[in-house]
């Protein structure tokens, strides 16, 4: 009876004593959990958002070289493919992507692991041995283990299903590398296409805005006297009235039309990525530029068919979805290899402090082979999931395919629109000049008025400003055709690393052969 006494004496002191270890750990528990409770959000200060602003407004076009002279079509591209920010982002996707196929790679390796464990305790781990037939204990207790026991290992392993699908991850990474090139090409088109309108647009700006303002100016003169006229009734009312409504109507005209020319160089300064404020000149073009129908070196450009491949061979949507349903493929393969048996072979060098161990450190190898049966069952919704994914992608491919269609037929069409009303519009402007050529011969023989020459001028003016408006809408559709057709803007050995005058000289090298009008102008004569 006492000797029952004394052991349930011990066992409470035992349970004591391990309450009062478990205490500080309870406590350490408890004050990690309530730390972690109290996190909060917090907004940016208002020194934060200054302090960002000034960041961000000081590296947007930081590191770019600064503009020298005016600035012709091949310069602008240059800059807008150097240093556009949009372009610069699918830059980086594209390194990125590459960065992350890299990383696939190494998951193909053996594993190698390193690790340091350490265990302490404020008394030994002992035990004792209980016969499984009498029931009594047939040791006194014992211990193979040190308080404190620090063990190291250095193991190896290589896992035969884990390598089988790194491999199919790192070709479907290899593919997504391709799809960051081709949205990388997409935006280049695009950036290209706006490139050539806005340039357009800036040079008639640059040309015609100073003779806009000044007629302006003129027009309100001629309008004030006008007025008079018909206040002091020196005249009929009906004449100084019908001048004034078509003076009006011109200068309406002559402003809708200098409200698109007066943000055409802040559109293309934009696109160039030069710093707001920064100012420039565009290079006027040479006005004797025979404007011709479209031609593409190598490609018969009345032939539909031959037209229609070309596009669906190079659009970039029509590329990128053509690698998706390829990296989808690679998927059914991950399935049926996530459905195998997984075979792991490892070895390492072990050792432990333990001084109890007769061996303190030693070799270890082994395999080890596992199952998990339930892939075996998952693998038919796997396969219609992959399936299912196939087809979407190709409906997919088969909707832009039209799409790719339609955009290469009316950006033709719209080029060959654009070139009859660039030649209506080139032929209303020069009869135009030579009328107010007459006009002014009448005005200097004093057979005419101030006020006719002045409308006269101004209806030029007017028909200038629609002329180069239409050989604005002619380039961006010239561009808009290369865009169709998925053909690159840029050469494939050219480089943004290149100097601005360097990478410039390139693009008017390849777009001359490709018989870009401007180009051949600009190309030195043989």
């Avoid at 005016?70 to 594209?94: G, H």
Wanted: hydrophobic share 40%; with cysteine.
């Amino acid at each position: 009876m006492k000797s029952n006494q004394a052991k349930t004496g011990a066992r409470v002191q035992r349970k004591a004593a391990r309450g009062m270890r478990l205490a500080p750990v309870a406590l350490v528990v408890s004050l990690v959990v309530l730390t972690g409770c109290a996190v909060q959000p917090t907004t940016l200060t208002d020194k934060q958002n200054e302090d960002r602003a000034v960041d961000l407004m000081s590296r947007v076009a930081a590191d770019q070289e600064p503009v020298h002279g005016p600035v012709d079509l091949y310069e602008a591209m240059a800059r807008a493919i150097k240093y556009n920010l949009d372009a610069r982002v699918e830059m980086m996707n594209l390194a990125l992507s590459q960065r992350e196929l890299d990383l696939k790679g190494y998951d193909m390796l053996p594993k190698v692991v390193a690790s340091m464990d350490y265990a302490g305790r404020d008394n030994y781990s002992g035990g004792v041995s209980k016969s499984l037939l009498t029931g009594r204990t047939s040791l006194e207790p014992s211990t193979s283990s040190e308080k404190n026991v620090v063990a190291s290992d250095l193991s190896l392993s290589w896992d035969v299903l884990d390598f089988g699908l790194s491999y199919v991850r790192a070709q479907q990474a290899a593919d997504q590398v391709s799809i960051a090139e081709e949205r990388k090409r997409k935006v280049l088109n695009r950036i290209v296409e706006d490139v050539r309108s806005a340039y357009w647009r800036a040079a008639s700006a640059e040309r015609l805005m100073g003779k806009i303002h000044e007629l302006e100016e003129t027009t309100q003169a001629a309008l004030d006297q006008a007025q008079k006229q018909e206040k002091a009734g020196l005249t009929a009312p009906l004449a100084p009235l019908t001048y004034q409504r078509e003076l009006l109507s011109i200068r309406r005209d002559a402003q809708a039309l200098g409200r698109e020319l007066g943000v055409a160089k802040q559109q293309l300064a934009a696109l160039m990525n030069l710093a707001p404020g920064t100012k420039y000149t565009v290079a006027l073009p040479s006005e004797s530029i025979e404007w011709k129908p479209l031609s593409f070196p190598g490609v018969n450009s009345q032939d539909n068919a031959t037209l229609l491949r070309t596009a669906i061979e190079n659009r970039p949507e029509l590329r990128e979805v053509a690698y998706q349903l390829r990296s989808n493929d690679k998927e059914e393969t991950a399935a049926y290899l996530r459905m195998l048996p997984s075979l792991r072979l490892f070895g390492g060098i072990d050792y432990s402090n333990n001084d109890f161990l007769y061996n303190n450190n030693w070799l270890g190898w082994g395999a080890r082979a596992s199952w998990n049966v339930m892939n075996v069952f998952r693998l038919h919704a796997e396969k219609a999931k992959v399936k299912a994914q196939g087809q979407l992608l190709d409906q997919r491919q088969l909707a832009l395919t039209t799409a790719v269609a339609t955009q290469v037929e009316v950006s033709r069409a719209r080029y060959a629109i654009r070139l009859q009303e660039l030649k209506t519009a080139k032929r209303y402007y020069d009869v135009q000049a030579r009328i107010e050529d007459q006009i002014d011969a009448g005005y200097k023989a004093e057979k005419l008025s101030r006020q006719t020459q002045i409308r006269e001028e101004m209806n030029t003016l007017v028909s200038r400003v629609r002329y180069d408006m239409a050989l604005a809408d002619l380039q961006n559709s010239y561009a808009n055709v290369y865009a169709s057709l998925g053909i690159d803007p840029v050469d494939a050995n050219m480089s943004t690393a290149e100097p601005v005058n360097e990478l410039a000289g390139k693009l008017r090298g390849m777009w001359a052969k490709r018989q870009d009008a401007v180009a051949e102008a600009a190309a030195p004569k043989a």
